[in-house]
Structures are given as C-alpha cells and as structure tokens.
C-alpha cells in the first residue's frame, strides 16, 4: 500500500467518524497562512489525544510543542471547565497563533502558552500533570520523558509523538531526531516506575508511531 491509499482511508476514517469542526478548520487556515509547517497531529490523532486524556480524567494538562495549537485545541476539549493546561513553545510567532486559535476555540482562560526552550520551562512548572503530550524537537525527549515524570503522579499518562519516522528510528545514523527516541526508549526502558509500549502507525501523514507510557 501506498501513501496515496494512507491517506485515502484518512480522509474516510475521519469523514466517517468525526464531526465537521470549523474551529480546527480555522486554526489550521490560520497556521498555514502565517506560515507554520502543516506537521500538527491529524484530525484522527488529534482526537486520539482528546479521548486518552478524557479516559485519564485529565484535570491538568501538559503539552510540550504547542506549533499553532491544534494538538492543544483537541487537548483543551478534554478538560472539565476547571482544568487547565498548559503548552510549551520556542518559537514567538508559533506561540502567537496558537493563542488566537485557542482564543476563537473558547480556551483563553484555560490554556498557558508559555514562550521559550521547554527544557528552560519546565523546572519552572508545578506538577502534577494527569497527561502529558511530547511533541517539541525530538533530540530534547529523553529530557522531556525525564521531566514528565518529575511533573507526574501515578496514574499519569504520556504520550510521545514521532517514534517511528518512516523507520528512521532504526538507522539512526547521526540523525539527533532519530537518536533522541531511541534514547529515550532506554530510558523508559530502564524506568521501573513506567509502563510503556509504542505502536507504528500509517495515514496521512505518512509512516510513523506514537510511545505510550503510563505512570505506576
Ligand atoms: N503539537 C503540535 C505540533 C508540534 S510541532 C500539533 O500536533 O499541532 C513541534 C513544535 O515544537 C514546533 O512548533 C517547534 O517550534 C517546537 N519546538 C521545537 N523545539 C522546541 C524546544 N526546544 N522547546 C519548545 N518547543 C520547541
Ligand atoms: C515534524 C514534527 C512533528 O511533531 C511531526 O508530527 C511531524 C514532523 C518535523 O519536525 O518534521
Ligand atoms: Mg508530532
């Protein structure tokens, strides 16, 4: 099969089973006409994030690697009115997107969208976080995996996109992505306080996979 047909049964799979959502479509129009790589989670994904945190009963919500907030919109949603969530970004003209697209979303009140390197933020952050998104540089996640689990309790859930990368995660070469999963694969591996397994996956945006990790 081809990407061609990986992107067919996407664009079926989320006809199918998800709602015309004008307010992602928004979000996305707005990213690409500022200019931001359309490498945001798919609309499926997306919503694979927002029913884990629902089933996690996610009250405060982390993500690291904001781009235009359309990975936080999907997360916001599946706050109670009294949750929060927070969202980390280095990049200014990122990070400003993101928050008007989470402003017309209804989630102004609720999301932080915090500007800077996130391995500068998250000392400075107050766990702890019930799930957790890692989707920033990938070189910068066996940090980020370590600092989930700092900002974690047990329970917690998180979830790292971009494991797979078309197979890159096998011949890593000095590709610092590629390098920085399998790093942080031995970390958790190591970690007898996780839980974890990860699962490729194909659609339309092509050949990859996400780690999953539960914290005991
Ligand atoms: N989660 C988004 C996509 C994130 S793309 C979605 O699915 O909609 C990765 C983002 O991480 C980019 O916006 C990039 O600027 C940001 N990033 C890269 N390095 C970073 C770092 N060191 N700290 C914080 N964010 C970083
Ligand atoms: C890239 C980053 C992502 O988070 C993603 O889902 C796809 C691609 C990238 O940096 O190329
Ligand atoms: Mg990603």
Known sequence: MSQEAWTEV???????LLAPDPTLDAALADSQAAGLPAINVAPNQGKLLMLLAQMTGARRILEIGTLGGYSTIWLA????ADGRLVTLEYEPKHAEVARKN????????????????AIAALPSLEGPFDFIFIDADK????DYFLWSLKLARPGTVIVADNVVRAGKVLQPGNDANALGVRRMNELIAAEPRVAATAVQTVGSKGWDGFCLIRVK
């Open 10 to 16: 996407d664009h079926y799979l989320t006809e199918a």
């Open 139 to 142: 070189s910068g996640y066996p």
């Open 102 to 117: 989470l402003a017309r979303a209804g989630f102004a009140d609720q999301v932080e969208v915090k500007v800077g390197a």
């Open 77 to 80: 949603r599946a706050l109670p």
